[in-house]
């Protein structure tokens, strides 16, 4: 089962598959990392602090 490299949480194959680079099979981060963030091909540190509206 695919999860976050960064905070072990559950996402799906399609995600992985859509937001990681070719060739991984877990994603660098997810939505749910409040302290990494994707930009572009890159992964850095959040420069402020994420709120899910879930």
Same mark, same amino acid.
Request: a negative charge; charged letters at 30%.
């Given at each position: 089962?695919?999860?976050?490299?960064?905070?072990? #949480? &559950?996402?799906? *194959?399609?995600?992985? !598959?859509? &937001? %990681?680079?070719?060739? &991984?099979?877990?994603? !660098?981060? @997810?939505?749910? @990392?409040?302290?990494?963030? *994707?930009?572009? %091909? %890159?992964?850095?540190? %959040? *420069? #402020? *602090? !994420?709120?899910?509206?879930?």
């Amino acid at each position: 089962m695919p999860e976050c490299q960064n905070c072990g #949480s &559950f996402v799906s *194959r399609d995600y992985v !598959r859509v &937001f %990681a680079p070719e060739g &991984f099979e877990d994603a !660098r981060v @997810c939505p749910h @990392c409040e302290d990494m963030i *994707r930009e572009g %091909a %890159a992964v850095r540190d %959040a *420069r #402020s *602090r !994420r709120v899910s509206s879930l």
